[in-house]
């Protein structure tokens, strides 16, 4: 008898030691696992990108030409992805768009959300709504510059180890002129190494 209690309990032992285990990982201190594009590789972009914008001036000049007025921005749709990786690049530019906002560098234009604001507006001008109360037409703003970019990667297989050299560019331009205002890049490159399989 107690052998058979002993074999139970050694049988719900192992099947509890199964189970999935979940835990925490701190973004901030986040380490790539291999050579792909990480979410470590998003923080180090972001943050890098932002510090070169602000050390560029451009914000500061406009400010100080317009009364202390934020630009105007748009995001590209995403940037344009050169990897031989699925990425979504869009993540990319909205993670900088909500760093510039945090820190008031400049207002954004919501592209995805044209759309849905003039369908909105267009029912708010029928007899369903108080024209008094109603969201005018007319009254959108239009970007003066636009947020875009492009990543590339460069990846060289040698036996077990992957060699991944990636460069992610970005730049402002003006709607207007097409000057760009601000470029800058951020580059990287990282080994990984496959262990071995025993047969």
Not at 115 to 123: F, K, S
Not at 168 to 178: G, K, P, S
Request: proline share 1%.
């Amino acid at each position: 008898m107690k052998r058979i209690l002993l074999l139970v309990l050694v049988c719900v032992l192992a099947v509890s030691g199964c189970g999935k285990k979940t835990r925490v990982i701190d973004l901030e201190t986040d380490v790539a696992e291999d050579a792909d594009f990480s979410s470590a590789d998003l923080f180090t972009i972001t943050e890098g990108m932002i510090n070169s914008i602000k050390a560029n001036g451009f914000y500061q000049l406009y400010a100080a030409q317009h009364g202390g007025e934020k630009p105007v921005m748009l995001l590209a749709e995403s940037l344009i992805n050169k990897t031989d990786e699925h990425i979504d690049t869009r993540l990319v530019l909205e993670k900088i768009r909500t760093q510039m906002m945090k820190e008031n560098m400049a207002q954004f234009v919501d592209d995805q959300a044209f759309d849905m604001a003039l369908e909105q507006l267009n029912m708010q001008a029928t007899d369903l709504y108080d024209n008094a109360k109603a969201a005018k037409l007319g009254n959108f703003v239009g970007a003066k510059y636009i947020l875009r970019g492009s990543i590339s990667n460069l990846r060289k297989q040698d036996g077990r180890e992957t060699i991944n050299y990636m460069n992610v560019t970005l730049d402002i331009f003006e709607v207007e002129t097409l000057l760009m205002k601000w470029t800058d890049e951020v580059e990287y490159k990282r080994a990984s190494t496959k262990g071995k399989v025993r047969r």
